[in-house]
Every structure is written in C-alpha cells, then in structure tokens.
C-alpha cells in the first residue's frame, strides 16, 4: 500500500522554523487524534479531547493543538533537534522533517511487526536571514499567511473520504493507535528529518542516471 | 426529490439518529464559531468522559439558546442552511459585517454501504475539529484579539436561510471549512469573509457632497493679505482686528513715545503716525515695535534712542511683527536669554556700515588716498578709452 504524501515547502528565518513546523504538525495531529478509549469488557468509550490555542512569537498565527502537554513535549523536542541542526553551523540552511502515521502489522512467528506508513506529511525548509527588523516584520506576516494556506489545505485533505485505518479490537488497538498517552490517543505515528545540502541529492543521482543511460547506449 | 427517495431507504432509528447529529453538529458549531471570537485564548481540558463528537467545546448559555431558537424546535435538517454571522461595531455605533459561516446540505449523495451512522458520526466530529482550526486563521479572528470596550466589540447573529453575502463588501472570499456525506446529502461548511475593512460612514444626511469654496485660493482673501493691508489701512485694522477684553483701549501719549527725526528713518517702513492721535491699542503695538527695531538695528547715532527705551516701561517682547505673542504669565523684562535670541533672529544682521563709522579725519584721509591712486591710474583709463575708441566694431 502507497502511504499517501503531502509535501510543504517554506521559506524563513532561522527563529520561526520551530513553531511554523509545531503549528502545521499540531494541526494534523489534533485531526489525528481520537478520545481516549476506555474499555469495559468487550464495550468502550471514548474520551473527550481538549484543544488549546497558541498564539506565535515570530509568526504573525495562532494555532489550536491537543490540549496534552506529553504530546505537546513530544512534538517540540523533535522539531527543536531538527531546527539546531538546521540552524547549526554545519548545516546548509536546508532539511526536511517529517510526521509520518503507521500502522504495525502483527509478528509472524519469528518476524517483528511491520510499520507500514500510510500518511506522510513532510515540511522542506530553506532558511534565509535577514538583515533588519522592517524586513523581519514582512516575513512575520508573510510566513504567518502561507501557513494559515497550510492549514487550510490540511483541513481540506482531513475532510476528505481517504483511508484511515479501522479502529480495531482492544487486543489490535495499538497497532493502531499510540495508547500511551493518558488523555488522548493519537494514530501511531513518528518524526523524522534530514538535512540536505545545495545539490548532493540530485548530483548522485544524476551520476547514476547518467550511468545507466550510456551503459545502454552502449 | 431525490433525497426524499434517499431518505425513505433509511430506517426509522437511522433517520433520528442523522436528525441528532446533525442537530448537535449545529449546535456545537454555533459554539465553536462564537468562541473563537471571544477576544481571548481558549484551552479546553481532556477528559475520559464522552461528550459530543468527543470534542470539549465550551458552551455559552446565551449561544445555546440563540441556536436553539433558530433551530425553533423543529427538524434540524429541514433547517439548514444555517447561518452564523460575526460582525464588527465601533464605539461610534457603525457597524461592519465580517464573516458569514453557513452550514448547508447539497443533494449530492453516495452510494453507501453498511452501518454508516459511525461514519457520520466520526466525519462531523473530523469537521468540527477543522472548523476550530479555521476560525483562528481568518481575518477576523485577529480583529476579535484586538477588540475593546473602547474601540469596538464583536458581534453574532444566528439565523436561518442562504448567507448574506452582499453585506460582506466587494471582494469578499469563500473558504470551505468541510464537508461530509451522509445519505440524504452532502453537508458542507463553509465560510464567506469580507476582505475591504474599511468602514464607509453611515449616511446621516440626504446630501453627502463635500462643500467646496470656489475662492479658496484668492490670494486677495489669504490671512497674510488681510494683515498686510490692516497694517495699511487703518480703517481695515479697526474694523477687523479686536481688541482684548480687558485691554486699555484709551492711552496718552507722552511726549518721549513720540518718535524724534532719526537718521535714515526713510529705510525703515513706513508708518502711519498721524493715526496714532485715536490711539488704538494696535497701533500703540506697531509704535513699539517700531521703537524696538530701531533698538535692535543699533545705529548708535541716535541720542533720543536710549531715552526711549528708558522711558518705555510698558514695552515688552514687542517685535516688528504680530508673530510673537505675548505669553501669560511671562516675564514682562524684554531682555530675557528667550526674548533676546528671537529678536537677534527676526532680523537681518546689522551692517558693519553702522556699527563703525569713520571720524572726519579719518575719512578726509581716506579721500586724499583715493584721489591719490586716481591720479596714479589715469594712464591706465586713458589707454583704455583709446582702446575703446579704435575698435572696428564699435557701434
């Protein structure tokens, strides 16, 4: 099965990449969660989420996210690893981080599960500086309003009558859902980045098609 | 037509059940919408028990009852479209029309199969999560953090029927929140904001043209015109200057107030002094400060001058022209560092001519020097008026 991928690209200061990221994946996320379950023999409830706003320093946007502070340390401490690598001296000002939903298919005998993604958000970010606080307060308002498109376009891709896995039998929930939280129970899903430099992606592969194309021409 | 064909499929629990839901999606949404423009943060907490569409949204009595009004007891599907309206007044009591959230139900349907009320269920609870997070990204959700008691409020409107959208100005955008389809059609929610924030002013009276004087620029009429000609005229200074409340309007004269022949007096403006006999207070002024500007040029030939300046106890800052007032409450000495520096400006500086002027020795001296080079030049001229006089072109 083909996880289904939707890619952001943006462009900013150094300073706003943590909370532009945390605002685009708490959005998803608060689509992505469901209450609590709370089972009673073979029934269950569901539990109610709460939802807080959050207003940015850097960008001109307030957010909603999940009220839950665990998810909420969660989400942060893996952008804030993402963004002193990009923003690091060793860095090229140029990466990807990415909120990837999965789900495990059981062990097979001597096998481990399986995660088989099968929604992938990706943010690619180049960073630019800039020189004065004029130039910063246009790109406070601008990335503020390329966000608020962002946010839009998630809500119209949550809306629509894609696939979400079934919610399962108790002894099957976690393979669908991340039950370690107390007060909500997202989809399983997992961050993950890189960085990239100006063209080393590109240039091997270019090499290898190149390759390739004159082993056959041959 | 066809969504009563659609809705005759249902059983009777499957109709009550949509019937509910779509009654508390309304409910919630109105809620939801009206909260966000509240002007402050909210942060609702978790909780293990069940709520509707297993979100906590805080409900507001007064909303609860606007909606159910509007909802008016009846089939919450038959009526929809619904409308939330959010609006802007100004403490002058002009109103603005920001935004029209509508929930509507088009008769486009699905070929459903199976239980489908979970999924309805679970769909409207995904929509009413993205109506949280779209209502803190329009316009007016910055408008409603910035609102105030003196500066203006924000307001709601329920009410059933299409949105209003010519309220909203020109250029006004749509945004669909979501939608869902269900089986007598599909719901959608959707948002209309006004883009143009400008307030035109409510018009009050039949005739809003702006008043226009066509001599608004006649030069004749200007300020500075009129003041030139009161300083000559005397007729024009009566009738249009006025004289302060408790000002005396009545003054003698003394003879040391009378101005001597002073040397060069035709280079200084002229003035009407034969008038002075009615004594108008405004005159008086123009008498000062023609006394005060002689002071100030410093020819130093005059003698009378520094008895007219002993003498002039009720002269203060007085200055040749009527752009320093007289301060209350000030110093009445002129010679204040403020006074000083104003008049050292308000003229030009006085000429080297006269502030040194040659004894007659000197000056006798400086005619035999002269005479002297003349003479000693005169060969010089000579050659030059021959030069002049053997031009070939000489016309």
């Known amino acids: 099965m083909n996880a289904r991928s939707q890619i952001f690209e943006l462009t900013m200061e150094g300073r706003q990449v943590d909370e532009a990221v945390a605002s685009l994946f708490h959005t998803i996320l608060f689509h992505r969660s469901v209450g609590k379950f709370t089972y009673d023999g073979s029934n269950y409830s569901v539990g109610t989420i709460g939802y807080t706003d959050v207003d940015c320093d850097f960008i001109d946007l307030t957010y909603v996210c999940c009220t839950s502070s665990r998810l909420d340390r969660t989400i942060k401490k893996e952008i804030s690893c993402f963004s002193e690598l990009l923003r690091g001296n060793e860095g090229t000002g140029m990466g990807q981080i990415s909120l990837e939903f999965f789900q495990k298919k059981p062990s097979r005998w001597l096998f481990q599960s399986e995660c088989i993604p099968w929604e992938v958000w990706t943010v690619r970010l180049e960073l630019i500086s800039l020189s004065n606080e004029d130039e910063r307060q246009v790109c406070r308002e601008k990335v503020g309003e390329i966000l608020t498109d962002k946010i839009l376009y998630i809500t119209e891709v949550m809306n629509r009558h894609d696939y979400v896995p079934k919610v399962p039998n108790q002894s099957e929930l976690e393979h669908i859902f991340d039950t370690s939280y107390h007060d909500i129970q997202p989809y399983l899903f997992r961050l993950h980045y890189s960085l990239s430099g100006p063209s080393s992606g590109t240039s091997v592969g270019s090499a290898m098609k190149k390759l390739i194309k004159e082993t056959l021409s041959l | ?395």
């Open chain 2, 1 to 395: 037509m066809r969504l009563f064909i659609m809705a005759m499929k249902l059983t009777a629990q499957e109709k009550k059940e949509l019937e509910k839901f779509t009654k508390f999606l309304i409910l919630k949404s109105a809620q939801v919408i009206v909260n966000s423009r509240l002007g402050y943060k909210i942060s609702t907490q978790c909780k293990s028990a069940s709520d509707w569409f297993n979100i906590a949204v805080p409900d507001l009595p007064e909303v609860l009852a606007d909606a159910k009004k509007a909802l008016s007891d009846e089939v919450a599907l038959a009526r929809l479209p619904l409308c939330v309206e959010i609006s802007l007044r100004t403490t002058e009591g002009d109103v603005m029309v920001l935004e029209q959230w509508c929930l509507g139900i088009l008769p486009e349907t699905y070929e459903y199969s199976g239980p489908f009320i979970q999924t309805v269920y679970n769909r409207m609870g995904v929509l009413l999560k993205s109506l949280v997070s779209v209502t803190r990204v329009t316009p007016a959700y910055k408008l409603s953090r910035r609102q105030g008691e003196d500066t203006y409020v924000l307001l709601y409107r329920i009410y059933v029927g299409e949105p209003m959208l010519h309220v909203l100005g020109d250029g006004y955008k749509v945004l669909r929140v979501g939608q869902l389809c269900t089986p007598i059609g599909t719901m959608h929610l959707t948002v209309s904001y006004r883009t143009k924030m400008t307030i035109s002013p409510t018009t009050a009276g039949k005739d809003n043209s702006i008043m226009l004087k066509s001599d608004h620029f006649n030069t004749n009429l200007s300020p500075r015109h009129v003041r030139n000609k009161q300083n000559e005229d005397k007729n024009a200074v009566n009738d249009g200057m006025k004289i302060g409340a408790f000002a005396c309007r009545k003054r003698e004269y003394k003879p040391e107030f009378i101005l001597p022949e002073v040397p060069l007096s035709n280079l200084l403006p002229k003035r009407k002094e034969e008038n002075c006999e009615e004594n108008d207070l405004i005159n008086d002024e123009l008498e000062h400060s023609k006394t005060s500007t002689i002071k100030d040029d410093r020819n130093g030939n005059s003698p009378s001058e520094s008895l007219i300046t002993s003498n002039n106890t009720t002269t203060t800052v007085s200055t040749s022209d009527d752009f320093i007032m007289k301060t209350p409450f000030a110093s009445r000495n002129a010679n204040t560092e403020l006074g000083m520096f104003y008049r050292e400006w308000q003229s030009a500086p006085p000429l080297q001519t006269f502030t040194h002027i040659p004894t007659l020795a000197e000056q006798v001296q400086d005619l035999a020097k002269q005479l002297e080079s003349f003479e000693s030049d005169m060969n010089k001229y000579d050659d030059m008026l021959l030069t002049l006089c053997q031009s070939p072109n000489n016309n």
